[in-house]
């Protein structure tokens, strides 16, 4: 959610990449991860829209709305503002949810990039594809 579709962006940016990109979701406000991909409210009252359960939940969410064979989900702080102590301006959660077969597998991981909003967004899309192109 902290790129605002940027992800989708730079794949699309790629000539060809309709042959395998379908469509993405920017669940900017906590609602939309609710309603889009079926995030529970709990795991946002609990954890916040910045941890691992509620990105683990996006991915799957995504990849069940999709029909996918790999869905990335990212939320994040990118700034300038909204940071706190456990989780400073620059933290992001990544989850990647990969269909194989008629199971499904998914990790998740933190980062904390240093800079300012637009390099934390570019940090994030990069990390991302970098972790699909990892899983694929």
């Known amino acids: 959610s902290c790129t605002g579709g940027w992800i989708a962006k730079a794949i699309t940016d790629v000539p060809g990449?309709?042959?395998v990109f379908?469509?993405?979701v920017v669940?900017?406000?906590?609602?939309a991860k609710e309603s889009l991909l079926g995030v529970q409210l709990q795991s946002l009252e609990d954890h916040g829209a910045v941890s691992e359960a509620v990105v683990?939940?996006?991915?799957?969410?995504?990849?069940?709305l999709s029909g996918a064979s790999i869905a990335?989900?990212?939320s994040g702080i990118a700034g300038p503002g909204g940071g706190t102590p456990d989780k400073p301006v620059g933290t992001v959660w990544?989850?990647?949810a990969v269909r194989d077969g008629s199971t499904v597998r998914s990790d998740a991981?933190?980062?904390?990039?240093l800079g300012d909003r637009d390099l934390v967004r570019e940090?994030?899309?990069?990390?991302?594809l970098q972790g699909v192109r990892e899983r694929i």
Do not use: C, K, P, Q
């Open 17 to 19: 990449s309709s042959d």
């Open 22 to 24: 379908a469509y993405g």
């Open 27 to 31: 669940s900017y406000s906590n609602g």
């Open 56 to 64: 683990t939940e996006m991915a799957a969410g995504a990849l069940g």
């Open 72 to 74: 990335i989900a990212v």
């Open 94 to 96: 990544f989850a990647w």
């Open 109 to 113: 991981s933190r980062e904390v990039f």
């Open 123 to 128: 940090l994030t899309v990069v990390h991302a």
